[in-house]
């Protein structure tokens, strides 16, 4: 019974630091896409490639934490 509660707890604790891997690229994202958003017409075209370039990292970080998955 108490191997049983222990992998139970490792289990939650591996869903919580998955939780917190997977919300700090979204988070990013979604933060950057705000910006943009906000920002509208008075982005500059440099200011925004360097956005969007964000936006990449944070998506290479979900896909290679998809991949350890």
Known sequence: MNDLKDELEESRKSQRKLSHDIRGPLGGIIGVADLIKEQGQENKIDDIL??????KQGGQ???ELADDV
């Open 61 to 63: 970080s979900l896909l």
């Open 50 to 55: 360097e956005l969007i370039n964000l936006i």
